[in-house]
């Protein structure tokens, strides 16, 4: 019963975002930097929209924890391109499989955001322990 009711809760989001008026739906769209479309497509996908995002970064050694507090802009973009991706059935598929890294760059939209964040160079143990330099 559990996803049945969150379909129809999602439902009656997507109606009720419907039933605003196209300038408060420009408004709201636009406050979360997402095009009216967007916002309706999230809206209907739900919480669960971008639940593969977890699962891929996992499968690629890379700490979403690390990216939540050094990158946050970074994570909520690619949560949002995430959750309007078309290819969350392959994605889960090469997840599950463990072929993640070897085909990212054929499906999945995020797969250069991800080289970036697996090429960043790590602080050494000085850096770490002297903090931000101020000068």
Request: proline share 4%; net charge negative.
């Amino acid at each position: 019963m559990g996803r049945f009711s969150e379909w129809l809760g999602r439902l009656r989001d997507t109606a009720d975002l419907r039933a605003l008026g196209a300038a408060e739906l420009d408004c709201i769209a636009r406050d979360l930097r997402v095009s009216p479309t967007e916002l309706e497509t999230l809206t209907y996908r739900g919480r669960r929209g971008a639940d593969e995002l977890s699962g891929l970064l996992k499968a690629l050694g890379i700490d979403e924890t690390a990216i939540a507090r050094k990158e946050p802009g970074v994570l909520r973009d690619m949560t949002l391109v995430c959750a309007l991706c078309a290819e969350k059935t392959r994605c889960n598929r090469e997840i599950e499989a463990e072929t993640t890294a070897q085909h990212l760059h054929e499906y999945c939209a995020n797969s250069y955001t991800i080289d970036a964040l697996r090429t960043k160079p790590k602080p050494d143990a000085m850096d770490l322990v002297r903090g931000p330099s101020c000068c």
